[in-house]
């Protein structure tokens, strides 16, 4: 593996990295994808589910028991036929 030297960066406290922010004590979501999250408008066609469900997983190991919390959004996903946005996808939303 090369390294490019004018591409490196040493000695920082903290940096983002891939959506993720990186320093001395682990790893972060970054606050720009939560705030991507929040401000999105409830999905009204599949394809805005699945960037949902795309920006989900992403952040996904930073939510406590988020497959539990996603779950009404991904069965609404799953339904092949018939698209329906309900209650229980505006509540897990």
Known sequence: ????????VSGMASGKF????IHQRGIDV??????????????QIVKEVQCLVGRLVTIGRF???????????????????????GLECYQAF
């Open 63 to 85: 939510i406590s028991l988020a497959s539990d919390r996603s779950y009404p959004i991904l069965w609404a996903l799953k339904q092949n036929k018939s698209f329906s946005w």
């Open 18 to 21: 891939l959506s993720f922010i």
């Open 1 to 8: 593996m090369k390294l490019n030297p004018a591409k490196c």
């Open 30 to 43: 970054n606050p720009e994808k939560i705030r991507a999250i929040i401000d999105m408008k409830p999905p």
